[in-house]
């Protein structure tokens, strides 16, 4: 009966790995990270970062490990967006796929271990066509994001301690690819009471100079009404 059962598990036997979609924010840009595969099927193809998940870790820990890889990042939120299951999605073979996000600050020392490891950033407007169904991927991640940015707050770990408004209704841009209305976005964030006023000013966006803000402490189940309950 064992031999049986153990027959039977290796007759449906089925690849598992994940696939990290890796947003990074970088002057003023929302991009994705890929790379070019480096093995067939599809070898020199635009890809996702991915890799299998092994015998004694979770999906999770495989989708930190693959990020840290490539990045160097470990203290990083991912997300689980969608489990693919598809058993013709991967010429390779019956691949499952768990699939994650990550919103990170690009800055030059992520930079230099995302080359040296052969991937590249490109823009959301930008991207190339990429292999298998990862540009279905993309698009899902796209909406995990942007629906956790309609219930909280996103730029905590993006920004510097202070920024403006007007950076703060970018990203937002950026994350929902159009362009929101700068005095209702700012009537809106202010109503909810996230952000701390200083008295100083960024003379650079205009005469008058525009204030700075910061993120005041979020405690636990704090913020969580949806932020655009309404277009705005």
């Not at 970062?49 to 490539?70: H, I, P, T, Y």
């Not at 052969?118 to 698009?139: C, M, Q, R, S």
């Not at 730029?155 to 929902?176: A, S, V």
Request: glycine content about 6%.
């Amino acid at each position: 009966m064992v031999t049986r059962i153990y027959d039977q598990y290796q007759e449906n036997k089925r690849f598992v790995a994940v696939d990290c979609v890796i947003f990074g924010y970088e002057q003023e840009k929302l991009k994705l990270l890929v790379f070019q595969r480096a093995i067939e099927p599809s070898k020199g193809e635009w890809s996702l970062l991915g890799g299998w998940v092994k015998q004694n870790e979770s999906a999770e820990d495989a989708a930190r490990r693959v990020l840290n890889k490539l990045t160097g990042l470990c203290d990083v939120y991912l997300e689980q967006v969608h489990t693919f299951s598809d058993p013709n999605r991967d010429p390779g073979g019956s691949v499952l796929t768990i699939e994650y996000y990550a919103l990170i600050k690009i800055d030059e020392d992520i930079n230099a271990l995302i080359q040296k490891n052969g991937a590249k950033w490109f823009t959301l407007g930008e991207l190339p066509n990429l292999i298998f169904d990862h540009n279905i991927l993309v698009e899902k991640a796209l909406e995990k994001l942007r629906l956790r940015s309609s219930y909280e707050i996103i730029g905590r770990k993006l920004f510097p301690e202070k920024f403006t408004l007007t950076r703060l209704r970018n990203l937002y841009n950026q994350i929902f690819q159009k362009e929101f209305d700068p005095g209702n976005f700012r009537k809106k964030i202010l109503s909810l009471k996230i952000l701390d006023k200083l008295d100083e000013k960024d003379m650079s966006e205009s005469r008058k100079g525009a204030f700075y803000f910061k993120f005041k402490e979020k405690n636990e189940g704090e913020f969580n009404d949806p932020i655009f309950k309404r277009s705005i």
